[in-house]
């Protein structure tokens, strides 16, 4: 199985500024500083290899939309943020004409995880099929409601897509081509859901928008059962441990230290830090990674998890 | 989780010890609360001598937070002290150092609550 991250920011896009590139720049000169490079080759291998994440890279702007790719022909993503658009071209390149089928399953309808349906270009070839997923009452009002005027020029109903809405239920599992899945009811505003993904012996956990307390006993109980053993857990570490506990407590979002505890109860392999900070920089995610991946290394046990953090365009092979 | 504490001038060193988890976290929610009342009926400031403790996890900051804003409201304070090497990263590492006051030393926590603490605490 293949995970492929479209999308990984919270509550709404960010693009990189003419600031943050000029910002990069000057780093990787400092960080060049008295070197002399021959070729264009080997001052790319000096920034692949000498320099890090955050100068060379972004962490990418789009709102949350994940893929799952396990062999079967159809598709399986979370959530339809802004980063559908991009897995939107993804599919229609590679299905070269030939209708598709997508399965999507909604985390929740806040607008950051619906915000590119209408920018879904398999939405508009006839043939398509979407189910989308997901255990809230409103799921098909909130996508219709958001191409409806005066919000979005295209009506749901020009869509061309023969689309099916699919309601489901906490904690009960169910089967899609091959993919078995369970979702979870999590703490947020409105409620939102995780789900479990199970094929082939591997197991994916896609937790966003959830905040733990993990004082609360019966809930981190039930999250840790959620987690249990999982190969991935794809995680809301939105906030500091401090803020998410202070002035952004309520607000329905978790933090990287308490994705770290989690997954060590729930003895998970890889951790990735998702679902990041609109305002947070590229070296402030690259600083909470750090901070997540060292507080694992402090209180680990016998069981040694990953930690990695989502960007745009992140795969993982499982 | 016992929590012995001592009196220095207009302040009060609390000093928790062993591992701080959301095992035991509500027992340590109450002795603290316990101590809190106490410091603010004497008007005194809450020193965390957390030089026992080997472990805090998220749920045992909630507690210290819980306590921050309770202080607050009472207009009285709350700092922290001499974390082990561990804690004191694991304060930094959730960002606890910009919430709560948190020195190296015990003594310097109580130089910055008053003269007179820092002074009884010089005598012994």
């Known amino acids: ?318 | 989780m016992p929590l012995s504490h001592r009196s220095y001038g207009t302040a009060r060193v609390v000093s928790p010890r062993g591992r701080l988890d959301h095992d035991n976290c509500e027992a340590f929610q109450r002795d603290l609360a316990v101590q809190l009342d106490e410091c603010s009926r004497e008007g005194a400031a809450l020193v965390l001598d957390m030089s026992g403790l080997e472990y805090v996890s998220s749920a045992g900051l909630r507690c210290l937070m819980i306590a921050a804003k309770q202080a607050a409201a009472r207009a009285s304070r709350i700092v922290v002290a001499s974390a082990q090497p561990v804690v004191a990263e694991i304060l930094q590492i959730s960002r606890f150092n910009l919430v709560l006051p948190v020195f190296g030393t015990t003594r310097e926590a109580l130089a910055s609550v008053s003269p007179q603490a820092v002074e009884a605490y010089d005598r012994g």
């Open chain 1, 1 to 318: 199985m293949r995970v492929r991250f479209w999308g990984t920011r919270g509550s709404i896009p960010v693009a990189l500024t003419a600031a943050d590139i000029r910002d990069k720049l000057a780093r990787a000169l400092v960080a060049a500083s008295g070197r002399r490079f021959g070729s264009y080759g080997e001052a790319y291998a000096f920034a692949e290899e000498s320099l890090p994440f955050s100068v060379t890279h972004s962490f990418g702007g789009h709102t949350s939309c994940v893929e799952f790719e396990t062999g079967h022909e159809e598709y399986f993503v979370c959530d339809m943020g802004s980063g559908a658009r991009a897995f939107g071209e993804h599919v229609l390149a590679r299905q070269a004409g030939r209708p598709a089928t997508v399965n999507v399953f909604m985390s929740h309808v806040h607008w950051d995880h619906i915000m590119g349906f209408p920018f879904f270009g398999p939405a508009y070839v006839p043939g398509t099929r979407l189910r989308i997923y997901g255990c809230h009452d409103i799921l098909e009002q909130a996508f219709r409601l958001q191409q409806s005027p005066p919000c979005f020029p295209v009506s749901f109903e020009q869509l061309e897509a023969t689309i099916e809405f699919v309601k489901l239920a906490s904690g009960h599992p169910f089967e899609v081509s091959g993919l078995r899945v369970t979702p979870q009811l999590q703490r947020h505003s409105g409620d939102s859901y995780g789900y479990r993904f199970e094929i082939g012996g591997r197991s994916i956990v896609y937790s966003t928008d959830s905040e733990h307390k993990l004082e609360e006993r019966a809930q981190t109980e039930a999250i840790v059962g959620f987690f249990r053993d999982a190969d991935l857990v794809i995680f809301d570490a939105m906030y500091s441990l401090a803020e998410a506990i202070s002035v952004k407590e309520d607000w329905g979002h978790s933090s990287n230290v308490v994705g770290v505890e989690l997954c060590q109860l729930a003895r998970v392999k890889h951790l990735v830090l998702f679902h990041h900070e609109p305002a947070n920089s590229d070296a402030a995610i690259e600083t909470a990674l750090r901070d997540a991946q060292r507080l694992e290394e402090l209180t680990r046990g016998k069981h040694a998890l990953r930690v990695s953090a989502a960007h745009d365009g992140l795969e993982i092979e499982l």
